[in-house]
């Protein structure tokens, strides 16, 4: 990326397409990040972040440039050209009104073992309620970092405890199915990191060798945080939207972008603006 300023601790990015920071960290795929004031605030990584957009500009603040090249800018998905892909759906009618509607919509290329956990409290939960849990486990088993923000504790800390030391978290019968999660990664059964290189349908089995891990949080861990772009989360919203919509499949211009795709459907969708 060729517009990039870093000045005063900040980093600003000018003219940015297709991002809206509301569309991409409140769409369902995320639940560290609060917004004040047009201000988003989050944790990834272990590293505290502000950022707004201010008149064409997206601002990173108090982000050094080493952070934002190691973190943010994969983070993000700025090396992706989501325009092209936009254009690339946009022979089908139905993807078109989709893609237009969520046009700053980016895939967050998020940390392996969190987005799994968050996806396992996500199952019969709400936002509200999963936002709650997360923060409540990340504030009694993370590293505090400032402002009373803190990590996400790692899958080591996690896989010593019993699903009766989480009671307080109260995330119920989820309490088990984070406990096997965290032992299985901490002892390299199941190895998130070679789960990039695998093709989708191995890596998906790989996770589902986690209690309570099914094919929907297993390809939204593969969709938010392994780059598996062709996996392809089918909650209630989704199965609904493609058997009225698609019931011959997904169009072929689809294809490769099947992930990114399905966040258009599912933001559209839950908008109302689909007539299903």
Request: proline share 3%; net charge negative; aromatic share 12%.
């Amino acid at each position: 990326m060729n517009n990039i300023t870093y000045k005063n601790g900040n980093v600003y990015i000018d003219d940015v397409k297709n991002f809206d920071l509301a569309m991409t960290l409140d769409c369902g795929q995320a639940f560290r990040w609060k917004e004040d004031n047009g201000v988003w605030s989050g944790v990834a990584f272990g590293k505290r972040l502000k950022i707004s957009k201010e008149n064409e500009s997206i601002v990173f603040f108090d982000t050094s440039k080493e952070d934002f090249e190691n973190i943010w800018s994969d983070y993000f998905d700025f090396s992706r050209d989501y325009g092209k892909i936009i254009d690339d759906i946009k022979s089908d009618e139905i993807l078109k009104k989709a893609s237009d509607f969520g046009y700053g919509i980016r895939i967050l290329n998020q940390e392996p073992f969190e987005t799994l956990c968050s996806f396992i409290i996500s199952q019969n939960n709400n936002i509200p309620r999963i936002k709650g849990i997360i923060d409540r486990l990340c504030k009694k088993y993370g590293q505090k970092i400032d402002d009373g923000l803190y990590s996400f504790p790692d899958a080591e800390t996690l896989s010593k405890l019993t699903a009766n030391d989480l009671s307080d978290i109260r995330m119920g019968f989820r309490a088990k199915y984070i406990i096997d999660a965290s032992q299985k990664v901490a002892s390299g059964e199941v190895n998130l990191s070679d789960l990039f290189s695998l093709d989708t349908d191995t890596a998906r089995t790989e996770l589902m060798k986690i209690k309570g891990v099914g094919p929907k949080v297993a390809d939204c861990t593969l969709l938010f945080s392994l780059k598996h772009f062709d996996a392809f989360p089918k909650d209630v919203w989704i199965k609904r939207a493609v058997e009225v919509l698609f019931p011959q499949g997904l169009p072929e211009c689809a294809n490769g972008y099947k992930g990114i795709v399905q966040q258009y459907i599912f933001y559209y969708s839950r908008s109302g603006n689909l007539n299903i």
